[in-house]
């Protein structure tokens, strides 16, 4: 019997939002015949269709796709006897190109200039109130240091030390988080900022403030309600810290 053991977008078997133009698609198989061999493999993706003989990553090649969006990814592969297997798996668009609407935000009163050691966590609040009933609602944030969110006192999501280590100077990465069945009709989002690998201390010789001065938090909370009006509740002025 054939069988599918793997399939993955942007080598993720589930929970993927990737802004790749073109996001890579593997599998593996399985066969409890000896000497099995692929025969072929169809991936279908956004009406695009691909036909390969190898176990290799395929790039998506079909119409662009559009950002903030959940695509389905289609597989059937045939080995050598006939025999087929099927699958599919979901994954989600990120940004894309699209620029961000709110405003990085920091507290610009606090002077951090103490060396070996790591900043004082920013608390950073916002109280907002829905003004219908929501079909969909996610979190997409960043920060320079590392990062917590809670909502309505909940914790939002299972990451530890968001958005992780990286290049911070040339690529910051983002979080996405689902938040559809967490809000209420009126809501308090807050985010705790702490000194990370951007702003804090770290290595050996201890040195901080590597990327930036300060903490600072980029997040925006697009919500899309059942009349197909979305509102976007971004970083600015009005938040608190």
Aim: charge should be neutral.
């Amino acid at each position: 019997m054939l069988t599918i053991r793997t399939f993955t977008c942007e080598n993720q078997r589930k929970h993927c939002v990737t802004d790749a133009a073109a996001p890579r698609f593997g599998f593996s198989l399985d066969s409890d015949r000896a000497g099995a061999a692929l025969a072929k493999a169809v991936l279908t993706v956004n009406g695009w269709t691909v036909e390969t003989g190898r176990q290799v990553a395929i790039p998506y090649g079909g119409p662009a796709l559009k950002p903030f969006t959940r695509y389905r990814a289609e597989l059937t592969a045939v080995d050598d006897a006939g025999e087929t297997a099927q699958t599919s798996l979901e994954f989600e668009t990120g940004r894309l190109d699209t620029p961000w609407s709110a405003q990085w935000i920091s507290d610009g009163a606090y002077s951090f200039k103490e060396k070996k050691v790591s900043p004082v966590p920013m608390t950073f609040r916002k109280t907002f109130a829905l003004r219908g009933k929501v079909k969909e609602a996610k979190i997409r944030s960043t920060a320079m240091g590392i990062y917590q969110l809670t909502l309505n006192g909940a914790p939002v999501g299972d990451d530890y030390f968001a958005p992780g280590f990286t290049s911070y100077k040339t690529n910051l990465q983002y979080q996405t988080y689902d938040v559809t069945g967490c809000l209420q009709a009126d809501n308090t989002l807050t985010a705790v900022v702490a000194g990370g690998w951007a702003v804090g201390s770290f290595v050996f010789t201890r040195k901080n403030r590597v990327t930036a001065d300060r903490q600072a938090l980029l997040l925006e909370l697009r919500v899309t309600y059942e009349d197909g009006s979305e509102e976007i509740v971004g970083t600015d002025t009005s938040w608190q810290v």
